[in-house]
């Protein structure tokens, strides 16, 4: 609406001013000059004049489609949001199994069956600086060179492996959905800034060391990671969903792993030049749903190749 035609349809409302009418619907003077200097009001402005005049028909305005266009992907991720919570609860029940697998029962306690010390919040950090690593971080050496984003999607894939399991360790699966759950929401950069990914995915390091030397409780510790990880994934590029099949696709290798001589030290990392990670992501990449049978049999085909 036009201020000028505005300026008409309120006099005509029986607003003795524009002062009035402003008291009505709480603006400010530097609102109504600023109307005044683009000869135009707002949409929502617009829109209180023509519920106050009863018509039937509501204004037309550009400003509003491009509102509800700016609304559709988050209506779409708010519709996908809503299988979350399932798809959390699966990741968690993987863990559990892969950790009792692997590690024997009452692992939470802190030693495997082979009486070895467990520490997720070490791992945690260990696996930041491998995250760091696949960045151009250096001033000495390949200044110029591209961060190697599928890594860094895997390290953060690893990272949560390991937050699962400290969670875990600390709560159960139903505690565990319920405070990760609200912070699934969220749409990943498409354009990322390698020096603020760095400087956010450091912050996990700090948190696990913060924990692990008593300057923070274990509890809030763990609110704090939950939100610092997505943090991370959402400037890293990494969408829940994304990372959600990048994780049955790394936890089914880790099971792939196990199950031939990882432990033991015989099992094989490079296949025929290229690290199990890539197959693996090669192979996911080809599936729409990641089945954990289908994608154990093509590891299988594939690691057969370079024995």
Known sequence: MLYKDFKTSIKSLGFLSIEDFMKYIGVTSSDVLEWEEKDEV????SLIVH????????PNNTALDSVVEECLPLA???????SFPHKLEEMFLLQK????????????????????EINWLR????????????????????????????NIHVELVDIWHFLMSYILQETNVPKGVSLVNTHCIYEAVEDVDVKLMIKESEKLSYISLAI?????????????????????????????TWLQKLYIGKNCLN??????????????????????????????????NVSFDILTEELTKAYSKCK
Not at 76 to 82: C, K, N, P, T
Not at 124 to 131: Q, W
Not at 224 to 238: A, P, Y
Request: hydrophobic fraction near 35%; charged fraction near 30%.
């Open 212 to 240: 692990e030397t008593g300057n923070m409780p274990s509890f809030s510790g763990i609110e704090r990671f939950i939100d610092q990880f997505f943090r991370t994934c959402k400037i890293s590029g990494l969408s829940f």
């Open 255 to 288: 099971k792939f792993r196990q199950d031939n001589g990882y432990k033991e030290g015989t099992y094989i990392k490079e296949w025929n030049g290229r690290e199990d990670n890539v197959v693996m992501i090669e192979i996911i990449d080809t599936m729409e």
């Open 97 to 116: 199994e892969l950790n009792d697998s692997t590690n024997g029962k009452n692992w939470e306690l802190g030693v495997n069956k082979f009486g070895k």
């Open 76 to 82: 779409s991720l708010l519709e996908e949001a809503s």
């Open 51 to 58: 519920l106050l005049k009863g018509e039937g028909e509501l």
């Open 123 to 150: 791992c945690i950090h260990m696996e930041v600086a491998e995250l760091i690593d696949s960045a151009p971080w250096k001033h000495w050496k390949n200044i110029s060179a591209d961060p190697d984003m599928k």
């Open 42 to 45: 707002p949409y929502t402005v």
